[in-house]
């Protein structure tokens, strides 16, 4: 019914997930057996995580073209932007992550896929990821683009296209993040 727990989470969360026709309410739901389960599908696509959505966005909004490319995705978690960056074309995929064993276990076996685990963005060089690359996506948490960017570029090749998502939490500073970590002024986040 779902790829991993946080894909079943997602779809619980989301309200596709039902109980003998009731909604889910929580993922931790005890069921039997004989407990009838059902997702409710919809046409769009059934991405390994959410975060796929972000970057089809950045591609789309910025006409960039992936077909044949060489990719380095930072931040590859359980592996959104990899799996956008295969289905759009990309010859081959180093997917990076500082975490290990979270990276869908399709993207894991795909032959154009490589996985880097416990790898730190910072330490990335063209060396330790096979060669330089056509095409830098970034998805990175709790680290400042602007001490992880050095790395990225540097992996890159010379016409190399960079797509860092920026999370303005990251950027201002610990004394300019509000309640939740949101930055509310937009003057901090525009900056960011």
Excluded at 20 to 42: E, F, H, I, M
Excluded at 129 to 141: E, F, P, Q, T, Y
Excluded at 173 to 185: A, F, I, L, S, T
């Amino acid at each position: 019914l779902a790829r991993s727990r946080q894909q079943a989470a997602e779809l619980i969360g989301a309200g596709k997930v039902r109980i003998d026709g009731l909604p889910a309410v929580k993922p931790a739901t005890a069921v039997s057996d004989t407990t009838a389960l059902t997702v409710v599908t919809d046409s769009e696509r059934a991405w390994v995580s959410r975060g796929a959505h972000k970057l089809v966005g950045a591609l789309e909004a910025f006409a960039i073209a992936v077909a044949g490319r060489r990719c380095l995705d930072a931040g590859a978690s359980t592996g959104g932007f990899t799996e956008v960056l295969l289905d759009r074309g990309a010859a081959h995929v180093v997917a990076a992550d500082v975490g290990y064993g979270q990276l869908a276990w399709s993207l894991r076996n795909d032959p154009r896929v490589v996985v880097l685990e416990r790898t730190n963005a910072r330490g990335l060089t063209p060396e330790a990821i096979g060669g330089r690359v056509d095409l830098v996506v970034a998805d990175l948490s709790f680290i400042s683009l602007a001490t992880v960017l050095p790395a990225l570029v540097g992996c890159a090749s010379r016409d190399a296209d960079i797509v860092p998502l920026v999370k303005p939490q990251f950027e201002v500073g610990k004394g300019q993040v509000g309640p939740g970590g949101v930055v509310h002024d937009p003057q901090l986040r525009a900056r960011s």
